[in-house]
């Protein structure tokens, strides 16, 4: 390749810049904000709001969410299948569904049966994936208070899980209650009390239950009359177990449902929220293995961690984060023994995961 030759082909041209005269800038402007409009994302109160005229809304609560499709709500006290409008699918929400179990809706009954808003939410139990760009899991919707089920043993009791569930509970500022499943199995009553004193002295109400042997099934029963309750927990704690005693028609009430549907179902496979006969609802989850925290919740963590609370009351500053600073409260109490070294572990531990 001849550099030199080729050049000398290249001529400059002639080109001069000229300013031009805007009659009208802000048209001008306008032209561009309207562009970057319609590349924007619709923002989620947009599913709080429905532009269609002459509709006939009424008022419902979602009781099951099969697809981001089809949802079925509680309408005159009897479950209804309800596609889920166009319009809300379309929008932007920062979660895996537009819609949960718990949640109050508007649907159209003048042609279809449709959900067509979103009414706004007084609460949440939420998880969030672990990927990095963490989704919302909305675990139920609207509730007074979450029974966090666990077992003694088969699977192996998780004080981590636990821990996740109580901050996840506390930043949502829904009451957490923690039920202690398969105590039949344990050697020793008094060795399940000493290790869950830290959690009744924390200020959290502690169940010990038995499906198997009925044990502790009405103290439990009394605490749900009248509340809206998820129940929720690792796999295979006997959640279900639990609830077909405190609920003998629960297994009835769910096939109702799935018949809605045509479709059987004999495990808890989706959330659902199902009346109780004595007053209040059940939310009823899957079981998972585990509940991650959201990264933002980092700042708030020292806040709403089991038990932390009381002693941060000594910490030298606000926002102490309880793992360098001195004059920390919440440590000098892990060294007096008065927080386990167990659970000061495991609050670092959810720290670094976020």
Same mark, same amino acid.
């Given at each position: ?20 005269? !805007? ?37 419902? +609560? ?9 949802? $079925? ?27 949960? !179990? ?55 009791? +998780? ?61 439990? +029963? ?116 008065? $927080? ?15």
């Amino acid at each position: 390749m001849n550099k030199k030759r080729d050049k000398k082909k290249f001529s400059r041209q002639n080109i001069r810049l000229r300013n031009l005269d !805007a009659d009208d800038l802000d048209a001008f402007y306008m032209e561009e904000i309207h562009e970057e409009k319609r590349a924007t994302k619709k923002a989620p109160e947009k599913g709080q709001q429905t532009l269609k005229s002459d509709v006939q809304l009424v008022k419902a +609560r979602v009781l099951e969410v099969l697809t981001n499709h089809v949802a $079925i709500v509680e309408l005159d006290g009897k479950p209804l299948p309800c596609t889920i409008s166009g319009r809300l699918k379309n929008l932007n929400f920062e979660t895996r569904n537009l819609v949960f !179990a718990g949640d109050w809706v508007h649907v159209d009954r003048s042609q279809d049966s449709r959900i067509e808003e979103i009414l706004p939410r007084g609460n949440s139990l939420s998880r969030f994936s672990e990927e990095e760009f963490q989704k919302e899991i909305v675990v139920a919707a609207n509730i007074d208070q979450v029974v966090i089920t666990c077992s003694w043993t088969q699977p192996e009791l +998780r004080l981590g899980l636990l821990d996740r569930y109580l901050c996840s509970a506390g930043i949502a500022d829904i009451d957490a209650v923690i039920c202690v499943n398969k105590i039949d199995l344990a050697g020793s009553l008094d060795e399940v009390r000493d290790t869950f004193e830290y959690y009744e002295q924390s200020g959290y109400p502690v169940y010990l239950t038995s499906a198997e042997k009925r044990i502790g099934i009405e103290e439990l +029963r009394g605490l749900l009359i009248g509340k809206q309750t998820v129940f929720s927990g690792h796999s295979g704690v006997g959640k279900t177990s639990l609830i077909n005693l405190l609920h003998p028609d629960y297994d009835a009430l769910v096939s109702d449902i799935s018949e809605s549907t045509g479709k059987g179902r004999h495990t808890t496979t989706r959330t659902c929220l199902i009346p109780f006969t004595f007053g209040g609802y059940l939310v009823d989850t899957p079981g998972i293995k585990t509940f991650a925290l959201h990264r933002n919740d980092q700042n708030v963590l020292p806040h709403v961690f089991p038990g932390f609370a009381r002693f941060a009351v000594g910490c030298r500053f606000n926002d102490c984060t309880h793992t360098h600073e001195k004059e920390c409260g919440v440590r000098e109490a892990v060294e007096r023994g008065d $927080i386990p070294q167990s659970r000061y572990e495991s609050y670092l531990r959810i720290m670094e995961s976020l």
